[in-house]
């Protein structure tokens, strides 16, 4: 049950789009439709973005989509604003077990 | 209004057993599909899930820790138990406690996490 692979880092400017993947296997994100994204700021609980994949808990802005290829994941966030920088984690369900992302610092330039 | 509330020790020393506390109201563990897990972040590292306990008392761990954790829940008290044993180092991590959201499984409630600090 290795973690799933995600860039260490992401950069873009205020306005711009970036994704983020997320790289699983066949035994997780290949099998499941059962991604989930979440936000991080420095000090505080992770916050879920997206779920099964494609779809945004209420009150999350809808500059976060999602979507899956695959094995592969992808995070999108377009119209970047300064309160984005954080760090960004995929999650797959695969059975028994719920393995992370290795985790995504993204900073708005 | 769902909270989930994480409780232990903010020291162990190497070798020791460490036993964490989550403390839960807003949702029951005896309701059909309801699952809580366990979640760690080192410092200024990525997030590693640790175990799930599930409503009906299924049990699920990490390959990597399997051997040395233990989850157990009080239905009754709202609480699930986490248990892992000889603590070394590596360990230090901020622990969090989080719940599972059925069917479409992810985490919609977060502790706010205890750091547990391994050293002699």
């Known amino acids: 049950q290795s973690a799933l692979t995600q860039p260490a880092s992401v950069s873009g400017s205020p306005g711009q789009s970036i994704t983020i993947s997320c790289t699983g296997t066949s035994s997780d994100v290949g099998s499941y439709n059962l991604v989930s994204w979440y936000q991080q700021h420095p000090g505080k609980a992770p916050k879920v973005i997206i779920y099964e994949g494609t779809k945004r808990p209420s009150g999350v802005s809808n500059r976060f989509s999602g979507s899956k290829s695959g094995n592969t994941a992808s995070l999108t966030i377009s119209g970047l604003q300064a309160e984005d920088e954080a760090d960004y984690y995929c999650?797959?369900?695969?059975?028994?077990?719920?393995?992370f992302g290795g985790g995504t610092k993204l900073t708005v330039l | 209004q769902v909270t989930l509330r994480e409780s232990g020790p903010a020291l162990v020393k190497p070798t020791q057993t460490l036993t964490l506390t989550c403390t839960f109201s807003?949702?029951?563990?005896?309701?059909?599909?309801?699952?809580v897990s366990w979640i760690r972040q080192p410092p200024g590292k990525a997030l590693e899930w640790l175990a799930r306990?599930?409503?009906?008392?299924?049990?699920y761990y990490s390959t990597s820790l399997k051997t040395r954790l233990t989850i157990s829940k009080d239905t009754s008290k709202n609480q699930v138990v986490l248990t892992m044993t000889n603590m070394d180092p590596v360990d230090t991590a901020t622990y969090y406690c989080a719940r599972i959201r059925p069917p479409q499984y992810y985490f919609d409630y977060w502790g706010q996490g205890t750091l547990v600090t391994v050293s002699s």
């Open positions: 999650c797959s369900y695969a059975g028994s077990s719920t393995p």
């Open positions: 306990i599930d409503w009906d008392d299924d049990k």
């Open positions: 807003g949702f029951s563990l005896s309701t059909s599909g309801m699952c």
